[in-house]
């Protein structure tokens, strides 16, 4: 059910619902606040009624309004707008279909029985496709890992084009994650499972699968233990001073200001010259990851004038909105990382979230203590930064191990 164009009524509602047999249909009523309260309006049937004026007798439709308590913004200007819309109507969409079926199961006594002769793989992009929250790349890694494991795996690469809902067992998701955790180092394999599994919860929400098949299948990691590898402060000045032919200004500068703050690169992507206030240098944006689910999800970050130069300045005065590192691709941001690295010189396995763990690592080598270190990160408490210390420890161990051996 997509949005169509708009064709306001008399009443300032219009209707969203694009099936005529949609029964309740979903509109939205325009507010003078700029919001638009979506409701539903349901067809109750006709009875046969006589005028009182003519004292003929006319059909009398029956009609009922609900309105669900949210909103959309009427004209969304920016980005979250425009997510918290499709988040909303996806919500509304949803609510709609359960009233219909509530409506049918009230008046006539059954429901419309969910069809599970579907190929979930398809099912899965459908969702895909429709996914609006940050972690959107992760779900479509998902799914094309679960792909590559069906065909990689004997006894189910006949399911590697189509698979249908009740073909994806318990004994399955087992097979799965141990094929995840021989394909992934580090947080691969847990990130990928809990995008995978956050899938299958959802068929489960809308009645595709019957039974959840991923409960109780877990993929253990060590929170406490920083898997990772981190750049040293040489290897930062190395990659800093390594420029190749054909190079990406933009992710080289994006980057270097994630090894000097920290960010994350759903964050660093979408920094605007608006976050950054000249006068007092300082950065303040919204952690996009924990915004509204940690009162730690706003972060400040005082900048020096090495990363006032990287920031640069708007291309023309007043353009506050502009992208500050217009970035192409995270894939492309990660192919572009590794050339980088390897024309340094640098043989560990560096990703963009390297970046974030590499500052907290250097910062604390340097004296900065762990509550700093929590804030600057954006950390709602110690408990995720105390990995750090940890790496930081070993390090150190690292260092007195390769001095010369003691023989007396």
């Not at 959840?212 to 930062?236: A, F, M, Q």
Request: charged residues 30%; positive net charge; proline residues 3%.
């Amino acid at each position: 059910m997509a949005l169509k164009k708009k064709n306001y009524r008399a009443d300032n509602t219009y209707i969203i619902s694009t099936d005529s047999t949609d029964n309740p249909k979903l509109g939205a009523k325009v507010l003078s606040d700029g919001r638009e309260s979506l409701f539903l309006d349901f067809y109750l049937g006709f009875d046969m009624a006589v005028s009182s004026k003519t004292g003929k007798e006319y059909k009398r439709v029956n009609n009922r309004r609900e309105f669900l308590g949210l909103y959309l913004w009427q004209a969304p200007r920016t980005t979250p707008e425009k997510l918290q819309n499709k988040e909303t109507l996806e919500v509304a969409k949803r609510v709609r279909f359960e009233r219909g079926q509530q409506l049918l199961e009230d008046a006539e006594g059954y429901r419309l029985k969910k069809d599970r002769d579907i190929n979930f793989l398809d099912w899965m992009w459908n969702y895909y496709e429709s996914y609006t929250k940050a972690d959107k790349r992760h779900i479509k890694r998902a799914h094309t890992v679960f792909i590559d494991f069906l065909n990689a795996t004997p006894e189910y690469s006949k399911f590697a084009m189509r698979i249908k809902p009740q073909h994806i067992t318990k004994e399955m998701m087992v097979a799965f994650t141990e094929y995840l955790q021989h394909r992934f180092k580090g947080y691969g394999a847990h990130t990928l499972f809990a995008r995978y599994k956050k899938i299958i919860k959802a068929a489960v929400e809308a009645d595709v699968i019957r039974k959840n098949p991923t409960t109780g299948v877990i993929i253990k990691i060590d929170d406490s233990k920083l898997i990772k590898d981190v750049l040293s402060l040489d290897e930062v000045r190395t990659l800093i001073q390594t420029h190749y032919a054909g190079e990406n200004n933009n992710i080289r500068r994006a980057f270097i200001f994630c090894l000097y703050c920290g960010l994350r690169w759903c964050d660093v992507k979408d920094l605007t010259f608006a976050n950054v206030d000249y006068s007092n240098k300082l950065l303040k944006f919204e952690q996009l990851k924990t915004k509204g689910h940690s009162s730690a999800s706003s972060v400040i970050i005082p900048l020096n004038d090495g990363l006032l130069s990287l920031i640069g300045q708007p291309s023309e005065e007043g353009k506050r909105d502009e992208i500050i590192f217009p970035l192409p691709s995270h894939t492309m941001c990660l192919k572009a990382l590794r050339h980088w690295t390897k024309r340094a010189g640098i043989e560990k396995h560096i990703t963009w979230h390297c970046a974030r763990h590499s500052f907290a690592v250097n910062i604390l080598n340097n004296g900065a203590n762990i509550k700093t270190v929590a804030s600057l990160l954006g950390h709602s408490g110690l408990r995720h930064t105390e990995k750090y210390t940890r790496a930081v420890d070993s390090l150190k161990e690292a260092a007195i191990n390769s001095l010369p051996e003691i023989k007396l």
